[in-house]
């Protein structure tokens, strides 16, 4: 596997040695943390989902109305490019679209696009065996539909997590929960239905393939989630792009059903692991 002083990124138009990727200090999303961005996970190779991640991407910069600089083909011959140079099979690529060089600091110019790939760790067997606690806290995120580079609360929360022993922090608001800073989240109740929360939240790749494998074996249902209900839950999990799925045995300071991973959950995650295995199968086709 490469060092990263060996890898390549896509900066400003050209692809260049990573460590000679550079932004001036002018950009919005240095003055004013003004951008959007997206992450596609490499497996074997192949970046899986590819044109749903795109599809965010494209949406995520026009809600917030900054202009692409590369068509969605041009953008694929970059990754492709990228793939091909660093040569990392399992690794994470991640699109950063900024606000661009700004004169005042404040107005959007025309936005700067720079493309990263790095090595990926997905969560161990044993964490996945033994699942994670969590916190809750009274927030929803600023225009969430949209995947912004603006994480400051789950960033200055990092060390309240710590303190309370937590991985990872739930938010809700007025007793309804959401999302967490970089995943989603589901409840599975006694009934084994499958819930994940319906508004205030960014629409996960993830989130939608697992809704859509769900749905295969268990009912499911997306709408509000009171927080009253997912300390009732019999299992909770999480999703995302890093995480796959990752079961949650306690929120906050109560036990979820057994305390322990549970079956629906595990369910869930091989069946995305066969999902992605698909993918890549057909790919090599």
Same mark, same amino acid.
């Given at each position: 596997?490469?060092?990263?002083?060996?890898?390549?990124?896509?900066?400003?138009? +050209?692809? $260049? #040695?990573?460590?000679?990727?550079?932004?001036h200090?002018?950009?919005?999303?240095?003055?004013?943390?003004?951008? $959007?961005?997206?992450? &596609?996970?490499?497996q074997?190779?192949?970046?899986?989902?590819l044109?749903?991640y795109?599809?965010?991407?494209?949406? !995520?910069?026009q809600?917030?109305?900054?202009? /692409?600089p590369? @068509?969605?083909?041009?953008?694929?011959? /970059?990754?492709?490019?990228?793939l091909?140079?660093n040569?990392? #099979?399992?690794a994470?690529? =991640?699109?950063i679209?900024?606000?661009?060089? !700004?004169e005042?600091?404040?107005?959007?110019?025309?936005?700067?696009?720079l493309i990263?790939?790095?090595?990926?760790t997905?969560? !161990?067997?044993?964490?996945v065996? =033994?699942? %994670?606690?969590?916190?809750?806290?009274?927030y929803?995120?600023? $225009?969430?539909?949209?995947?912004?580079?603006?994480?400051?609360?789950?960033?200055?929360l990092?060390?309240?997590?710590?303190? /309370?022993?937590?991985e990872e922090v739930?938010?809700?608001?007025n007793?309804? &929960?959401?999302?967490?800073p970089?995943?989603?989240f589901? %409840?599975v109740?006694?009934?084994?239905t499958?819930v994940t929360?319906?508004?205030?939240?960014?629409?996960?790749?993830?989130r939608?393939? &697992?809704?859509?494998?769900?749905g295969?074996?268990?009912?499911?249902? $997306?709408?509000?989630?009171?927080?009253e209900e997912?300390?009732?839950?019999?299992?909770?999990?999480?999703? !995302?792009?890093?995480k796959?799925?990752? #079961?949650?045995?306690?929120?906050?300071?109560v036990?979820?059903?057994?305390? =322990? #991973?549970?079956? &629906? @959950?595990? +369910?869930l995650l091989q069946?995305?692991?066969?999902?992605?295995g698909e993918q890549?199968?057909a790919a090599?086709?």
């Open positions: 596997m490469p060092s990263n002083d060996k890898l390549f990124a896509y900066n400003l138009g +050209q692809i $260049v #040695p990573l460590s000679e990727a550079r932004l200090i002018s950009d919005l999303s240095v003055q004013r943390g003004y951008g $959007v961005f997206d992450f &596609v996970k490499v074997q190779g192949y970046p899986l989902f044109d749903d795109l599809d965010r991407f494209y949406q !995520s910069a809600l917030m109305h900054l202009e /692409v590369l @068509s969605r083909d041009e953008l694929k011959q /970059v990754i492709a490019e990228l091909d140079r040569q990392l #099979p399992e994470g690529m =991640k699109m679209l900024t606000g661009g060089y !700004s005042d600091g404040f107005t959007p110019m025309n936005p700067n696009l990263t790939q790095l090595p990926l997905l969560p !161990s067997a044993e964490k065996a =033994k699942g %994670i606690p969590i916190m809750t806290h009274d929803v995120r600023e $225009v969430p539909e949209v995947k912004t580079i603006n994480y400051s609360m789950g960033i200055r990092l060390q309240e997590q710590k303190a /309370v022993g937590a739930l938010y809700a608001k007793g309804i &929960v959401s999302e967490f970089r995943c989603n589901f %409840i109740k006694h009934d084994d499958v929360p319906a508004k205030n939240i960014l629409k996960g790749i993830t939608k393939n &697992v809704l859509t494998l769900a295969r074996r268990y009912k499911t249902e $997306v709408r509000d989630i009171r927080l997912v300390l009732q839950a019999r299992e909770c999990f999480l999703t !995302s792009t890093t796959r799925v990752l #079961p949650i045995v306690r929120v906050d300071d036990l979820i059903g057994t305390g =322990k #991973p549970g079956d &629906v @959950s595990l +369910q069946d995305l692991k066969d999902l992605e890549v199968a090599r086709q």
